[in-house]
């Protein structure tokens, strides 16, 4: 009697678990639910945005080192033309050399259009950045892989415990079937005077406790499953059903190797070391820069009877040196919170 309940009992789980599975909806496997998280969670989608921002930075860091050139027009016109400080002597020699006469030079109107070149020769700031936005962008790959892994254990964790819940459940429900036919037997045991109603009265508790047991863990399947397709990155309201069996896996070889955390550790210290060296370079060496105008200059007058409006090509090449000898400790203040990071 004892085997005949067991089988009955492994039947209508197998059964249940049949039932279960075989919705019109699609069963999704692990690896189905981890695809799908890869290309809709929103998290990774905002490592990704990381990733392509930092990539966007290095590429703006590098173009520093490129030419840049500028469109300049300007326009004046002088209601007092400016005035001038000229010695005496340049007009009488025997005028003393500390008497002056104010004078005015230029016409109202002044036109200027040109176009400027500057081109870094040698900038630590510049070369500095460069190096560094290699290494941030390293370490936001780092932080996406990482997050990556999080993702994943998170997807595979719900997903092993929305089996284990799918088995509970159906264990439940088969205990809770032969709960009712056993009392179903025990009533009518009863009333042929077979049983006592204490009998009856803890089969009926037995048959309550295992439907409550059932409402829990249904509602506890449910919020994982809703915790799945939340970190899958898709709709709640979607239908998902999950593979009911739980496939074995022999023990692999594992190879030591540095965790991403660790790797994230270094990269941050890498990233502090060049700011750094940067801050140290851009306060002790100076920059070089290329410079070059090429334009027109216009002179304007707008008196009767000689009014005119003439220009003149200007153009220039050059180098530019700057080194800086004090900016008031600014550097040094960035430098000494990047050591304290």
């Known amino acids: ?40 969670n929103k998290n990774l989608q905002m490592s990704r945005n990381s990733i392509a921002i930092g990539e ?50 230029g016409v109202p109107h002044n036109i200027t259009a040109n176009l400027q070149l500057m081109m870094s020769l040698y900038n630590p700031q510049v070369y500095g950045a460069v190096q560094t936005s290699a290494v941030a962008s390293e370490l936001v790959e780092l932080q996406y892989k990482k997050t990556e892994e999080y993702i994943y254990f998170e997807i595979s964790n719900l997903y092993y415990n929305t089996q284990i819940l799918l088995h509970q459940l159906a ?42 047991q059932k409402e829990s863990i249904s509602s506890k399947y449910e919020q994982v499953l809703n915790a799945l397709k939340f970190a899958m990155g898709i709709s709640i309201d979607q239908n998902l059903e999950i593979e009911s069996n739980i496939p074995y896996q022999n023990s692999q070889e594992y190879t030591l190797s540095p965790t991403v955390d660790i790797r994230i550790a270094k990269t941050q210290n890498q990233l502090l070391t060049s700011e750094l060296h940067t801050l140290n370079k851009s306060r002790s060496l100076p920059s070089l820069n290329l410079i070059g105008t090429y334009g027109t200059a216009g002179f304007g007058y707008d008196k009767k009877p000689n009014d005119f409006l003439k220009f003149y090509p200007i153009g220039f090449a050059g180098i530019q040196l700057s080194y800086p000898l004090f900016n008031g400790f600014t550097t040094q203040r960035k430098a000494d919170q990047k050591k304290l990071s």
């Open 1 to 40: 009697m004892k085997l005949v309940s067991i089988y009955k009992h492994t039947f209508l789980v197998t059964l249940l678990l049949l039932v279960w599975t075989s919705g019109h909806g699609q069963v999704w496997s692990l690896q189905q639910c981890i695809d799908t998280a890869q290309v809709h």
């Open 56 to 105: 966007q930075k290095q590429k703006e860091a590098k173009a520093n080192l490129l030419p840049k050139i500028t469109a300049n027009a300007d326009y004046k016109y002088f209601t007092n033309l400016p005035y001038q400080l000229m010695p005496l002597s340049t007009f009488n020699s025997t005028a003393p050399d500390w008497e002056f006469k104010a004078i005015q030079f």
């Open 171 to 212: 264990f439940t429900e088969g205990n809770l079937v032969n709960a009712k036919m056993l009392l179903k037997n025990i009533q009518l045991l009863n009333e042929q005077l077979l049983a006592k109603g204490t009998d009856v009265s803890k089969v009926k508790l037995q048959v309550s406790q295992l439907a409550t």
